[in-house]
């Protein structure tokens, strides 16, 4: 196996770096005042961060798995608030290429990584399920030329700067699991966008409830088969989750970088090694999806079980090692670690939380054990 970085993931990897250090500069003060990044964000589009394992014929940079989990990560250790953004922007892009028709692909896609859309959002979680997926209520019902869709969904990260929404509702009896992914412009009448959630952490990237109340879709709004919703939302995850696991190690780099920059790394043997392992798993699962024909589902969901864990325990260690100081160089260093604890717990729980990874990981185990 070849570690070094192919021309076109070194590629990737400098964009990004062309882009972290105006984003660490901006990150306190965007943090503070919860500013949406809209000019970042354009930035990131017009560098072909919004869509690097889409197709070039679709705005995207065509360069893969890999590159794209190095690209959030770079991204992530500037701002963890503007990597997620980014993430589910390469997410809701990589479903449509993956599942769309020619014509959702050549009209969804572009958008959203020319920055015409700043964003794209993921519209799965509900108020009454989160981690159990497949307990939503959102319902689509046929109408003469189409679907009507009636529910709620919770959490939505950049719901109020999306221009299209990727909505699953469930289009049958609840008892046969029939859920059907729709494709739904923002501003089609009858969508409601709540107020933004005040959160703890990662206050720079808009996390949203949103109503649906009898929005009317034309017909080719559907994503996919009608009926196999679910199991795109789960291939869809464990990418998304390849996506939150670079993130992660995003936030301890930038960690460990405080750190060794203060001189306080004694005795952190035992988290670096933590950190080099998760950094491990995490591209060997990239790389794994990047072959297209590889399960990769347990790998993602180890990558990002064992890369939040981590980063949690960097962001914690490193705010714990901190030394009173009132040098003002120092005072930044110090807001940045407050800001990378509180932004790097939801890495736990998002995109599927630990307790989630934990079950497809042990689901895995006994599915291999069986004869
Ligand atoms: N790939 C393809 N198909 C899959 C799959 C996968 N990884 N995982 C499951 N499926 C299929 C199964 O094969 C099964 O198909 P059949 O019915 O044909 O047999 C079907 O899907 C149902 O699977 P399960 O019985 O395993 O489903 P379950 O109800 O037990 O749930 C779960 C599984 C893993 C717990 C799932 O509900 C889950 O992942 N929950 C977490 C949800 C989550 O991660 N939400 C994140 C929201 S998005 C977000 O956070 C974005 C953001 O803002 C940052």
Redesign the pocket.
């Known amino acids: 196996m070849d570690f070094r970085l192919q021309p076109h993931q070194q590629d990737t990897v400098t964009r990004a770096q062309g882009l972290a250090e105006s984003l660490r500069a901006q990150a306190l003060v965007r943090d503070d005042e919860a500013t949406f990044p809209l000019d970042s964000l354009k930035d990131l589009a017009d560098a072909g961060l919004m869509g690097v394992n889409v197709r070039p014929e679709y705005g995207g940079l065509g360069a893969g798995v890999v590159a794209y989990s190095l690209a959030v990560s770079t991204i992530a250790a500037a701002d963890p608030a503007v990597a997620?953004t980014m993430a589910?922007n390469n997410m809701v892009n990589e479903v449509i290429q993956q599942f769309g028709t020619d014509d959702q692909r050549q009209h969804l896609i572009p958008a959203i990584t020319s920055g015409e859309f700043s964003c794209g959002s993921?519209c799965?979680?509900e108020p009454g399920s989160?981690?159990?997926?497949?307990g939503m209520r959102t319902r689509a019902t046929r109408t003469d030329d189409g679907w009507s869709i009636t529910g709620a969904k919770a959490?939505i990260?950049s719901g109020a700067y999306a221009g299209i929404f990727l909505v699953w509702a469930s289009t049958g009896p609840p008892e046969d699991?029939a859920i059907s992914l729709f494709a739904v412009p923002a501003d089609t009448p009858g969508i409601t966008v709540g107020n933004a959630e005040e959160k703890m952490g990662q206050h720079a990237s808009n996390t949203v409830a949103l109503s649906f109340d009898d929005v009317k879709i034309p017909a080719d709004s559907i994503v996919g088969e009608p009926g196999m919703g679910?199991?795109i939302a789960?291939?869809a995850?464990?990418g998304?989750r390849i996506g939150i696991a670079s993130q992660s190690l995003g936030i301890a780099d930038a960690a460990r970088s405080i750190a060794e920059d203060l001189g306080l790394t004694d005795g952190l043997h035992e988290l670096d090694a933590a950190l080099e392992a998760a950094r491990s798993i995490t591209w060997r699962a990239a790389w794994l999806k990047e072959q297209g024909d590889r399960p990769f589902?347990r790998e993602a969901s180890v990558a990002k079980l064992m890369a939040s864990e981590v980063a949690g325990q960097w962001a914690a260690e490193l705010y714990r090692r901190l030394p009173a100081s009132s040098d003002s160089a120092f005072e930044d260093h110090r807001r940045f670690a407050a800001k990378l604890l509180r932004d790097v717990r939801v890495t736990r729980i998002?995109?599927?939380t630990s307790e989630?990874q934990r079950?497809?990981i042990a689901r895995d185990l006994i599915r291999r054990a069986s004869p």
């Open positions: 997620v589910v993921f799965l979680s989160g981690s159990d997926a497949a959490w990260t699991r679910f199991p789960m291939m995850l464990d998304g589902s998002y995109e599927g989630i079950i497809v």
